[in-house]
């Protein structure tokens, strides 16, 4: 065991604790996968990231993602805050973007207005759910059918299924049931207006979505603060259905005292990219 660099980062918001908290080793160099699992599940976040030379051409450093219990292939808020972190220790791109190598391959980062977006993946699955599986998650979120006014899978690594509600206040009113919805990743949008000053910025954030996200946890099911794959998914098939503007904003973790802000768009060659802003809360060594 050796002392090794350690951020811990806030993604999705400019406000310290305020979004989705990630532990990101610097060098994940020796460790083994158990190793880096057993320190994921201690930290007690939603993800920890190792950070390790790149294997893949035209890389500039390769992530291995962790969450209690399992390693993923790719997610969202731990690509923006490994980059970020990656960015803060001194790590310098190859060429315009910041390559991330990952589980699904290669993910581009870019830099913009004091954010960073990553290229989000091509879906593994997409189309609307079955029958079965639209009234199991209603029953689970304990909405009628009816309620459920859009769906469709949304699996780009995580097997999300995705639901679209009636209204915002729809989707924040949710508890849903951990035994009916056991071993389901399900995402939840609903159409919101305007939303007020968030506590640490001067002005307001005009967003069109309120997202969650339920996925299975140690003590049944768990809510993700601020979910970055999800809301990848989310923008592929609303924007592509029409359900949604090219641009927008999506609000996620308001259920949870959380102010995440997720910046979707879709570029004119048809790439969507997801953004946000992270801020370091803690930085150090940490014994691995």
Excluded at 18 to 31: I, K
Excluded at 165 to 179: F, H, T
């Amino acid at each position: 065991m050796k002392q090794r660099p350690f951020k811990q980062v806030d993604v999705f918001t400019a406000a310290p604790y305020r979004g989705n908290p990630l532990a990101v080793v610097l060098d994940g160099g020796g460790l083994t996968t158990e190793q880096m699992q057993h320190f994921t599940n201690w930290t007690n976040l939603s993800e920890a990231t190792f950070l390790l030379p790149p294997m893949q051409a035209g890389a500039d450093y390769r992530v291995r993602i962790f969450r209690p219990g399992r390693e993923l292939p790719f997610a969202g808020h731990p690509t923006l805050g490994s980059c970020h972190a990656w960015l803060q220790a001194g790590g310098q791109p190859k060429g315009e973007h910041v390559v991330q190598e990952c589980g699904v391959g290669l993910v581009s980062l870019k830099r913009e207005s004091g954010r960073l977006a990553f290229a989000a993946p091509p879906l593994i699955k997409g189309g609307p759910l079955a029958d079965a599986d639209v009234a199991l998650i209603a029953r689970g979120l304990g909405i009628g059918r009816s309620d459920i006014v859009a769906h469709s899978w949304c699996d780009n690594g995580p097997n999300w299924r995705g639901v679209m509600l009636k209204s915002a206040e729809q989707v924040l009113a949710l508890r849903p049931d951990a035994s009916l919805l056991a071993g389901l990743d399900i995402g939840v949008v609903g159409p919101r207006g305007k939303v007020g000053v968030v506590a640490s910025r001067e002005s307001g954030d005009e967003c069109a979505f309120e997202v969650r996200a339920f996925f299975p946890g140690n003590n049944g099911m768990a809510e993700d603060p601020v979910t970055g794959s999800l809301n990848a998914a989310l923008a592929q098939w609303l924007i592509g259905a029409g359900l949604a503007p090219e641009r927008y904003i999506a609000s996620q973790g308001t259920a949870m005292g959380r102010a995440g802000r997720v910046h979707v768009e879709r570029d004119r060659n048809g790439q969507v990219w997801i953004g946000g802003e992270s801020v370091t809360c803690v930085e150090g060594t940490v014994l691995l």
